[in-house]
């Protein structure tokens, strides 16, 4: 049996994919915003493979996916319908103590790459992030 060794890697650059619709019709619906939902996903270069991070009010998914044909079929199904930013790790970031009391995919994606602000919707993360030198890679 091979053992192989990995090394730990936290992927400091990160895709945030602004969704323009959502799974739950309910928001599709009634959310008064362009975007429905946020999501992240990052390259890990150590492991060679994608990380996609993901937020609802039912649960946190987190998928990997390898680099690639295969790994870019799952970005493409996680990116569907979706604008996206690219946006370094802010690790100086320290949540206030309003913004650990929500858990949703807007504050859960601006813990995670460390945006201030105190955005409840997606659009408002999106312009939060925009005012905080993420840059658009993406328009879909």
């Known amino acids: 049996m091979m053992l192989i060794k990995i ?7 990160w895709y945030l994919a602004f ?18 939902h ?10 060679q493979v994608w990380i996609y991070y993901d937020q609802t009010l039912f649960g946190t ?3 990997i996916a390898p680099a690639g044909l295969i790994g870019d079929a799952e970005i493409a199904k996680w ?5 996206i930013l690219q946006m370094n790790k802010n690790n100086d970031y320290k949540p206030s103590w309003r913004n650990r009391l929500i858990f949703c995919c ?9 945006v201030t602000g105190s955005a409840l919707l997606p659009d408002q993360l999106y ?14």
């Open 7 to 13: 090394e730990p890697d936290e992927p400091l650059l």
């Open 19 to 36: 969704h323009k619709s959502c799974a739950d019709e309910f928001y599709n619906r009634w959310l008064p915003s362009i975007y429905k």
């Open 38 to 47: 946020v999501s992240a996903f990052a390259w890990s270069q150590k492991c």
């Open 61 to 63: 998914r987190i998928a």
């Open 79 to 83: 990116t569907w319908n979706t604008d």
């Open 106 to 114: 807007t504050s859960a994606a601006r813990r995670l790459v460390g």
């Open 127 to 140: 312009s939060d992030c925009i005012a905080q030198n993420a840059k658009v890679i993406f328009n879909g």
